[in-house]
């Protein structure tokens, strides 16, 4: 099976606040890490989740100072994956150790990088700037353990269409499905620009504006190569002037999507919604957190509910294939750029010396 | 892994009363179907359970009029497969579609056809006209997704020394295993007609005949290729001529059995119990389904734990062989029908130019 | 992958009161079993679970006298394995029937042996006798279905460094961990021997010995390939001459396992905990029991969380390589000692002709 998503990157694993100085598992990309918050200078350290005696998930035992305690023989492992301790002897094997992978926090999240150390760069963390809690406001949570591909999550994205379908009544409307839209790109980014001028607006919009007629409605929808999407949504009354920039009479979300593979055929979703209005209103980011995520009936369980089918559908027809139509362009270029840093990573092809002479 | 059943054939995929206009999901011979009625002339349709598009099935989606909406992106199909409305498009590819699969209702079933449809000839669908409800009544029902291969069932029924041991106390009788029995066949159908005479009639017989002393009993199974067995069973006093075609001092019932393919593994078996005497009597229509079914109590539930554990077993020692005895010829030959059709499936072996010459 | 388990060698498949003249199944190495005590003179019998002649674990049947009767037609079979009776037909094919295997009762367990038949002596089931409940006292149980290759169990059991670890609060003590020990081998076993000489008892040997101060404690764990682990271990007051061979003044107790292969990744693991102290004592064999197993908090529920965890870790990282510390000397003995029994099974190597000469 070829490969499904590049390790050379930076992924969200956790939450911030969500590390706190014990032991937290993840898998991420297939790889089993062991998070935690080192007391020394309470920065997030991210270890290999496997023993180097014995394999056991590392996870399962303790913290001692900064350091982890295996809970099967006792070994320990300081914060960069060093063996630091071996039961019944002096001498410390010096090559034992575990793995330490690259880790930052940033935008409220822990980000990790599976892949090269060397080529772990933070100033590549993507930019997520919408959910620091400043100018932007939300409160989001994760799906851990999603049972789809990662890229079909980015295909829902990059694709509004489905809300038509799949949220009928709520931000659902046949508006999506006639206005033309637009497709962008550059080397890591593309970007799908769409505007519905002069319509009724859905319900969920009518209510955030507050204000009666008709209006615009923006969906601008960009995705950072490989996981990232973020759209830029709203409404202002028509005739205000928001498709030339002015926004001023109308009210802007963003949904911000890190989407994490966690093997071939799951994935961990961190979203939030924030947005610029109304920021000290705290009942008002509950209530958007439950219009998205509610017990099944939030307009994300809704999409989760189509995804994981749709993962079933491609396991039992593995070599059925995708056929496209003229809204998949943005997801087509999500999946382009995708596969360009998989290109990347590939083991160059061997060329025999005299072919090469 | 050699193909367990052949695709050029009429399988049961529900019930006529199962199918409203409403998307109903089945699985037949490893492929997803999704059926539903026609509003405009009340015939059942059969489409690919897998949208164009992305594969989402398209049961989860809805009905308007009788087009087939994806629920994911709203592309809607006819019920002949046929694309005809893609979103935010004018044009619709002209190849777009899914497969639409044969379809035929009679006898109180619905039948598809999961194999080549230039094939399917409504004059081949099975015999089953015990299950019409007219001369014959009863009341059977489904097991859905039994967890054995198709054949196992046919193997049960084709060979009746099994009630002695799975179903002793209702049906089973030492009687049984102790008469002859003659198998005879046809080029699509094999027949084990076994007749017990001057015996103690067994518990359940003797309950439905209504009369004392020793009884002529016979057994009269019928199996018509690949996946259709029919019971002619039933007992009449002994001497009042049933050997030689007079039951009419009898009591006579049919057991049907149309097993389908759901996967290798697994099938849907439709059933019935139809009998010809006391016809007006709903009690006893209700009192035959229950002794056959009854939550793991009934003999058809007896057959079906004893079914499930020999495939668990197969399962678990693929490359055991089967053991014959004497009582296995019925089933042998319908295996054997089940081979020719499969054989003449199979693609035609390639036969190297020189040595064709 | 690698063949993990001699068949050639006596395996505990049930405690003897386990075995009464009713069918039994186990699963020994693979292979599905049916155990029963035969009536004729109390022994036990083990016959292939799965009838010749259509599968069907013959454990799901019944026992006719000593005879084992098919619950699907009625086949019977000896305690030999040897078809006595076939429904409907008078002759029996004379090579019908099922694998006996050989078993024994001793020790108060059954073993059997699931290899080659002619190899199996009687005078090699492995040494037990401190299950015998006559010198030594004591009520043990069986993990069935441990989900951990039975190896991993004996890698536990041959260093119990990590009591320290696993068991802090009950056996555990850093004595342990910084005591030097010896390791001594045979042919077929191998032996690790610990002395902790004038040191804090634990809590648990501390309440048994019942008197203060310090103590001499010992571990000495002998394994018997390919499964048998028993542990000679107590403490006796410093001084009072234990290391010198006189433990009068202590307590002794021994722990005893028989870990038997169920499938490549899960086990049987039969224990018991013996003693020579206070063994009219009820209560003390009772509360013995359940400081080993309680319902998750007994010192051996606690090591399974720990080697289920590690089986996991090994099956999601099958090319991992386990590194060795000092402390695994004994379990590596224990490992090469199996894998000689296995080399001794392997086919022979195909030599060439040409080459032999």
């Given at each position: 099976m070829?490969?499904?998503?590049?390790?050379?990157?930076?992924?969200?694993?956790?939450?911030?606040?969500?590390?706190?100085?014990?032991?937290?598992?993840r898998k991420?990309?297939?790889?089993?890490?062991v998070l935690?918050?080192?007391?020394?200078?309470g920065?997030?350290a991210?270890?290999e989740?496997?023993?180097?005696h014995?394999l056991?998930?590392?996870?399962l035992g303790?913290?001692?100072?900064?350091?982890?305690?295996c809970?099967?023989?006792?070994?320990?492992?300081?914060?960069?994956?060093?063996?630091?301790?071996?039961?019944a002897?002096?001498?410390?094997?010096?090559?034992a150790g575990?793995?330490?992978?690259p880790?930052a926090?940033?935008?409220?999240?822990?980000?990790?990088w599976?892949?090269?150390?060397?080529?772990?760069?933070?100033?590549?963390?993507?930019?997520?700037?919408?959910?620091d809690?400043t100018?932007w406001?939300?409160?989001?949570g994760?799906f851990y353990?999603l049972?789809?591909?990662?890229?079909?999550?980015?295909?829902?994205?990059?694709?509004?269409t489905?809300?038509?379908?799949?949220?009928?009544g709520?931000?659902?409307?046949?508006?999506?499905t006639?206005?033309?839209?637009d497709v962008?790109?550059?080397?890591?980014?593309?970007?799908?620009?769409?505007?519905?001028?002069d319509?009724e607006?859905?319900?969920?919009?009518?209510?955030q504006?507050?204000?009666p007629?008709?209006v615009?409605?923006?969906?601008?929808?960009?995705?950072?190569a490989p996981?990232i999407v973020?759209?830029?949504?709203?409404?202002?009354?028509?005739?205000?002037g928001a498709p030339?920039g002015?926004?001023?009479?109308?009210?802007n979300?963003?949904?911000l999507?890190?989407?994490?593979?966690?093997?071939?055929?799951?994935?961990?979703?961190?979203?939030?919604?924030?947005?610029?209005?109304r920021?000290?209103?705290?009942?008002?980011?509950?209530?958007?957190q439950?219009?998205?995520?509610?017990?099944?009936?939030?307009?994300?369980?809704?999409?989760?509910?189509v995804?994981?089918?749709?993962q079933r559908?491609?396991?039992?027809?593995?070599r059925?294939?995708?056929?496209?139509?003229?809204?998949?362009?943005?997801a087509l270029?999500?999946r382009?750029?995708?596969?360009r840093?998989?290109?990347?990573?590939?083991?160059?092809?061997?060329?025999?010396?005299?072919?090469a002479?």
């Amino acid at each position: 099976m070829d490969k499904r998503y590049p390790m050379n990157a930076w992924y969200a694993a956790a939450w911030g606040h969500e590390i706190r100085h014990e032991l937290a598992a993840r898998k991420i990309c297939g790889k089993g890490m062991v998070l935690y918050r080192r007391e020394a200078d309470g920065a997030v350290a991210a270890l290999e989740d496997a023993c180097w005696h014995r394999l056991l998930p590392l996870s399962l035992g303790w913290l001692k100072g900064d350091q982890v305690v295996c809970g099967y023989h006792g070994l320990q492992f300081n914060s960069a994956g060093r063996c630091t301790y071996m039961p019944a002897q002096e001498t410390i094997n010096p090559s034992a150790g575990v793995r330490a992978f690259p880790v930052a926090e940033r935008h409220r999240l822990v980000w990790v990088w599976p892949g090269d150390p060397a080529l772990a760069d933070p100033a590549t963390i993507p930019d997520f700037h919408w959910n620091d809690g400043t100018e932007w406001v939300g409160e989001g949570g994760t799906f851990y353990g999603l049972k789809c591909d990662y890229r079909l999550v980015i295909d829902n994205l990059m694709d509004l269409t489905h809300e038509t379908y799949v949220h009928a009544g709520s931000i659902g409307d046949e508006a999506i499905t006639s206005a033309p839209f637009d497709v962008t790109h550059s080397g890591t980014t593309a970007t799908v620009t769409r505007w519905m001028t002069d319509i009724e607006p859905p319900p969920f919009w009518a209510k955030q504006l507050g204000k009666p007629g008709h209006v615009d409605r923006w969906q601008i929808i960009s995705f950072q190569a490989p996981s990232i999407v973020v759209g830029d949504v709203g409404v202002a009354p028509s005739g205000s002037g928001a498709p030339d920039g002015d926004r001023s009479q109308g009210v802007n979300g963003a949904f911000l999507a890190a989407i994490t593979p966690e093997t071939d055929t799951t994935c961990h979703y961190f979203w939030n919604f924030a947005r610029t209005f109304r920021r000290d209103d705290e009942q008002l980011s509950r209530d958007l957190q439950t219009a998205h995520v509610n017990d099944g009936h939030g307009v994300y369980d809704q999409d989760h509910a189509v995804l994981e089918a749709q993962q079933r559908a491609i396991d039992a027809n593995p070599r059925a294939l995708f056929y496209n139509l003229n809204i998949d362009a943005g997801a087509l270029w999500a999946r382009r750029l995708i596969d360009r840093m998989l290109a990347a990573e590939a083991p160059a092809p061997f060329i025999p010396r005299e072919a090469a002479e």
